[in-house]
């Protein structure tokens, strides 16, 4: 197979409506799409072309080896077009222009949602294909047919390679979410699926794991929670609460009808039900409404040895471990210990007596303000401040990225 | 703790705007300065005979509201998306275009409104632009989008007095009647200009691009149809109830006495057999807050619709380096617009009328897009146009292409 000129940069938009030639010069019909097929560790290998066959006005296929050249001017065949094998189309298969031209995608490096405003190709060993997007007005341009004027060459043209894309939509599909979108930061994956529109984000939440929808979730703005949120079935719905820490829980239930409640509270734990029943007394913006109970907290006889133990055994189930809360065999709470502390020392020491005490001033009843919070936090450079009821008692803990979260909700 | 009353007050009304829909929401923007001067300059200078022709877009509003609410309820993304993955680039590049000139003729009707409210009181607009331009932009920049649009959207309803109005003054509501269903025509350029302009200003472009981004935004989906339909159907009946009742005030008082709109004062005037003296306030007030709002949500709107549609990225919360095509677009709507209003002797009047003008010629363009895409089944699966829609949205289409050729012909040959 040839091509017009190695060094010249080919995209798809160059050969949409390009007439098709067989070896007998007969006009055969006209391009419509290139047939991708995806590769394991390597770029999507072009297997076929779509198009418009004038002899019986309909669509047909034709596998990529029947062409002898690609050109911008015309495409021609190795044989006559009655020679001509159809592309069997396989599953994985997609097709360029129909599934991802002018679409949205995601660009993982960037981490924000673009436009495929063209695709480009290129030749490893020999074969076509897919190498990248190009994302840039220089594409639109080109498209637009407005490319020969010099005026428009200080757009500079961007690409995205194939393997820092992530298909959405239909497209999705047909192709694997990529590994790179699933291990981005919570909060960009958050900021990705909110710039999406509600159906495409909806198919890619969908896509993943029940622990990572969790982390996800609770990086997303509220609204888009709720909308989300529908895109599941009540079975679905079920595991995903499950992964969140009751806290997000509540968050959630905050958000949806006082009558879809019960449901959602039934499907839970009979521990985490009860907890969260507890935190929907508290008014949104208290300590109360915004604590988690997401946090270590170990009893004072322990010793340090027994902590760290403890804190390899459960830590994948936190989002992050700073410190661990001290309690008595009431409940109440003692001190607190870092890391850090926990790491230098002596590790058959009791815990009791390597820990900070907390002061009851340096804690907050579950009603106190955010404003109240704040001050607290700020006053004694606190990462937490652990929340009490009446009878002192540990309810639970406000995190400061919690705290930030509200105070800037725009964030 | 109780909090004091202004708090409990505000609150309420927060709530009571945090559940109108887009329906009610794109009646009461309708209502701006565009619609407010071309809706007086109709009664004012042809009294009741252009009844018929709200009546008939009234029609053709809800049709094409609801139209365009159904595509976001099924496809759910704004009409600029589905243009662009449907039709492809050189498609959404030209209606983009057709809505970048509709909208900035709009926003500069938007501040010819803010500029003749506060010409009332003999204050310049050569400070009024500039500043309410700041202010504009000050408050997209750093404040609160939808805190700001709800107040305005509050204060704006404020329009009703049109209503309380055309009861004080005794109109002849049988013959208003007997006009709302008999066309006249005239074949004139100023009565046709007045008749795009009228259409023009009820169903508009940014319209059929706002009602489908909103409902997508609100995160509906088909299952919200009926009552979105609903809403739909209520906010074109509200818009056009004001705008019947703005017609009425200034038939059966300017157009009686042979008064021309010629600024806001004249304009004002309508509403004199209600409020007396104090109608040049209250219109002005009326006029200045249905014009901000449309100040503040067109430049935002107009350059959401164009970066989604282009794949450029956009909101407040990205950098000037990432969203310069975003912040771009929003200080262009700005100061475009502002400066076509400062041109020296310019008619303030004239240039809402005009710029209505020019959106009732260019909306079959937005509108036939809106076609191509609502009877296509590979869009719209079951929820294509029914016949009965098809046949009064192309009415309307050829209505307004076949009145603007008419105009052209007019024109050239000298006929006024």
């Known amino acids: 197979m040839a091509l017009c000129d190695p060094l010249t940069l080919l995209f798809l938009s160059q050969f949409i409506n390009v007439p098709i030639v067989d070896s007998a010069d007969i006009v055969v019909g006209k391009l419509i799409d290139f047939v991708a097929r995806p590769e394991q560790d390597n770029y999507p290998h072009i297997v076929g072309i779509v198009y418009h066959d004038y002899s019986t006005k309909t669509q047909k296929t034709m596998a990529y080896e029947s062409i002898e050249n690609l050109g911008g001017d015309e495409i021609t065949l190795k044989t006559v077009v009655q020679k001509v094998r159809p592309l069997e189309i396989q599953p994985h298969d997609f097709w360029l222009k129909r599934d991802i031209l002018d679409k949205q995608i995601v660009d993982l490096e960037g981490t924000r949602v673009v436009r495929a405003n063209d695709i480009r190709f290129g030749l490893i060993e020999n074969e076509l294909h897919v190498l990248g997007i190009d994302i840039s007005t220089r594409g639109i341009i080109r498209r637009l047919g407005l490319d020969k004027f010099r005026f428009f060459s200080f757009l500079k043209p961007a690409f995205i390679e194939w393997d820092k894309v992530q298909v959405v939509g239909k497209a999705l599909k047909l192709t694997q979410v990529s590994e790179k979108l699933v291990k981005l930061h919570p909060a960009d994956l958050a900021n990705v699926l909110e710039n999406l529109n509600p159906r495409q984000s909806g198919q890619l939440i969908q896509s993943f794991d029940a622990l990572t929808i969790s982390k996800v979730f609770q990086e997303l703005k509220p609204e888009h929670k709720r909308d989300i949120f529908k895109t599941f079935e009540p079975k679905q719905l079920e595991t995903i609460l499950s992964h969140l820490p009751a806290d997000e829980v509540v968050d959630y239930l905050r958000l949806i009808a006082k009558n879809d409640r019960q449901k959602i509270l039934s499907s839970l734990s009979e521990n985490k039900k009860k907890t969260v029943e507890e935190f929907l007394h508290y008014a949104d913006n208290t300590a109360g409404g915004i604590m988690t109970t997401e946090f270590l907290k170990v009893d004072s006889h322990w010793t340090v040895q027994q902590t760290l133990e403890h804190i390899r055994e459960v830590s994948h189930v936190h989002r992050s471990i700073f410190f661990v809360y001290v309690v008595n065999e009431k409940g109440h709470l003692l001190g607190v210990v870092s890391l850090r502390t926990l790491i230098t020392s002596v590790p058959h020491d009791p815990i009791e007596k390597v820990m900070k005490r907390i002061k009851l001033h340096q804690t907050v009843r579950p009603d106190a303000s955010l404003q109240e919070v704040a001050t607290l936090m700020t006053r004694y450079n606190l990462m937490s401040l652990a929340v009490l009821d009446y009878n002192h008692k540990l309810l639970g803990a406000v995190m400061v990225d919690d705290l930030l979260h509200h105070l800037i909700p725009q964030a | ?416």
């Open chain 2, 1 to 416: 703790m109780t909090q004091p009353w202004t708090k409990r007050w505000m609150l309420k009304i927060m709530f009571f705007l945090g559940v109108i829909g887009p329906g009610i929401i794109t009646a009461l923007a309708n209502n701006d300065a565009g619609g407010i001067s071309t809706y007086s300059i109709v009664g004012a200078h042809f009294g009741t005979q252009m009844l018929w022709v709200l009546f008939g877009v009234t029609i053709s509003l809800a049709m094409t509201q609801e139209m365009g609410m159904r595509i976001g309820l099924v496809t759910r993304m704004g009409l600029g998306g589905v243009i662009r993955e449907y039709f492809g680039v050189r498609w959404v590049a030209f209606a983009m275009f057709t809505m970048l000139i509709t909208n900035l003729g709009t926003i500069a009707s938007e501040f010819s409104g803010i500029a003749a409210s506060f010409e009332i009181f003999g204050i310049s607009k050569y400070i009024v632009v500039p500043l309410a331009a700041l202010i504009v932009w000050f408050i997209l920049y750093k404040g609160s989008f939808k805190v700001t649009q709800k107040i305005f959207l509050a204060f704006s309803a404020l329009l009703a007095v049109y209503i309380i109005n055309g009861f004080v003054i005794k109109p002849d509501f049988g013959a208003a009647i007997r006009d709302l269903v008999t066309p006249h025509i005239q074949w004139t350029p100023s009565f046709l200009v007045a008749m795009i302009a009228l259409i023009g200003t009820t169903i508009t472009p940014w319209g059929q691009f706002f009602i489908q981004s909103y409902v997508v935004d609100k995160g509906l989906d088909v299952s919200h149809y009926k009552s979105e339909r609903a809403e739909a159907y209520l906010g074109s009946f509200l818009a056009s109830f004001v705008a019947f009742f703005i017609i009425l005030s200034t038939a059966f008082t300017l157009y009686k006495h042979g008064i021309d709109i010629h600024d806001a004062k004249d304009a004002a005037l309508a509403l004199r057999p209600l409020v007396g003296n104090f109608a040049q306030f209250l219109f002005a007030f009326g006029l200045f807050c249905a014009s901000m709002l449309g100040a503040f949500i067109l430049p935002v709107a107009t350059a959401y619709v164009i970066c989604e549609a282009f794949g450029w990225e956009y909101g407040f919360n990205t950098t000037w380096k990432n969203g310069k095509f975003f912040y771009s677009l929003i200080l262009l709507s700005i100061i475009v617009p502002s400066l076509v209003v400062l041109i020296p002797g310019i008619s303030l009047i004239q240039v809402m009328l005009h710029a209505q003008n020019v959106n009732g010629m260019l909306l079959p363009v937005i509108l036939i897009f809106v076609m191509k895409i609502i009877n296509d089944k590979s869009i719209m699966g079951e929820y294509t146009n029914k016949p009965v829609g098809n046949i009064i949205a192309w009415l309307t289409i050829i209505g307004i292409i076949s009145a603007t050729l008419v105009l052209i012909v007019t024109s050239l040959l000298g006929i006024s």
